[in-house]
């Protein structure tokens, strides 16, 4: 069973920094592809940024030049750091992970878990 967990959320005013953190547990081999998603009050979920596990990025065009991601694989953990937020940064930050191996097998064999999500994260950006 794997698991996310989202870390780091909290309020903060215009101009402040966060880091959101994505730890993965269980039994785990390789994650490919790691994103984050945010959810602002009464909107639909969207994609903010996606780190594959070759270390390649892309951020949508909202938060390019603000936010980074970086990963550790051999902890599974991805972070977000959020520069200059803005008041419509706030919002319930997700996790995502796709195409998780379990076992070196499964990556040799190319099977693979799909779409692993954690339970959320708050970040709220206000004076």
């Known amino acids: 069973q794997v698991q996310l967990v989202e870390s780091g959320g909290g309020l903060v005013q215009p101009g402040e920094s966060l880091r959101l953190s994505c730890a993965a547990s269980?039994?785990?081999?390789?994650?490919?592809?790691v994103g984050w998603y945010r959810q602002a009050p009464g909107k639909q979920r969207e994609f903010l940024a996606r780190?594959?596990?070759?270390?390649?990025?892309r951020y949508a065009d909202s938060v390019k030049g603000r936010f980074t991601l970086s990963r550790d694989n051999t902890k599974n953990t991805v972070n977000l750091q959020m520069n200059s937020l803005k008041p419509e940064d706030t919002g319930v930050y997700y996790c995502n992970a796709d195409q998780i191996f379990v076992t070196y097998a499964d990556y040799v064999s190319n099977r693979f878990l799909r779409d692993r999500w954690g339970q959320g994260t708050q970040v709220t950006v206000s004076s």
């Open positions: 780190i594959t596990s070759d270390g390649t990025t």
């Open positions: 269980g039994r785990i081999f390789r994650i490919n592809a």
